[in-house]
């Protein structure tokens, strides 16, 4: 079925009982809440229905809410909350996957100090390259640094034949309408050095399946704005999708977020990507 066009969530509430929402593109632009997210929220609660917050952001749940009241946000508007840095900690506390089982218990953080949260109760200790295990790849240092001012750090890992864990794999995102790199184009970078990396996050099917978990109910939609991430890692969970044109591919749509994108322009887009979102939505609106 060709992707259906929708003014608002209006149209979809009464066919599902929660939804995981993407942060970055659909509720917010890294900065600044987009106008309408704050109402949507309370009437999706009003209306009774569950929601959790899945972001690829590199960092612990309580980091998010602590952004989200920042905002102006309130903690009463939202349900759940799962992040790829709280899957990526879970990972390297559980060490059941082999990769993470072989890491060591040295890390070199390649990222912000904002992000340290990811190594909590871990046992990781954040050492100098020369002294590594392993990378745990969170992002760039500033947001401003373009993906060519890791090549240093992506050879001297890559010497040590280091493995890498990307704790976002958002390869770009856009923060207050400016593209920024994220630990995803970092670690394909890294990959294409012959380097080894391990991904948590969006579009991981493992995330989702904890993000049905968490809700605790049957109809469940995915609301996103990235094809690669919240599109593809819905499809591969078995969850219908809502794309928001107005987030990531909004320049490439030549519209800008809440305003409509050209139905056939979008479903060509989609499509040309190799995805088929259920339905497209020009914000997180009503």
Known sequence: MSPQPIVGMSAIIDRFDGFILDLWGVIHDGQTPYPPAADTLRRLRDAGKKTLLLSNAPRRAHALITTMNGMGI????????????????????????PFFAALGNRAYHLGPERDRSVFEDTGLEIVAMDQATCVINTGPVDLEDPLEAYEAV????????????????????????????????????????????????????????????????????????????????????????????????????GVSYGVAAEPARAIKLAADEGYAPDFIIPGFVW
């Open 74 to 97: 309130g903690r009463d508007l939202y349900g759940e909350v799962l992040s790829s840095g709280e899957a990526t900690r879970a990972a390297l506390i559980a060490r059941d996957d």
């Open 154 to 253: 992506l050879d001297a890992a890559r010497a040590r034949n280091l493995p890498m864990v990307c704790a976002n794999p958002d390869i770009v995102v856009i923060r207050a309408n400016k593209p920024i790199v994220c630990a995803g184009a970092i670690a394909k970078r890294y990959e294409a050095r012959g380097g080894k990396v391990a991904y948590r996050g969006k579009p991981d099917r493992a995330v989702y399946d904890a993000a049905v978990r968490q809700l605790g109910v049957e109809r469940i939609a995915v609301v996103g704005d990235a094809l690669e991430t919240d599109i593809k890692g819905a499809k591969s969970a078995g969850l219908p999708s809502v794309w928001c044109t107005g987030g990531i591919h909004a320049t490439a749509l």
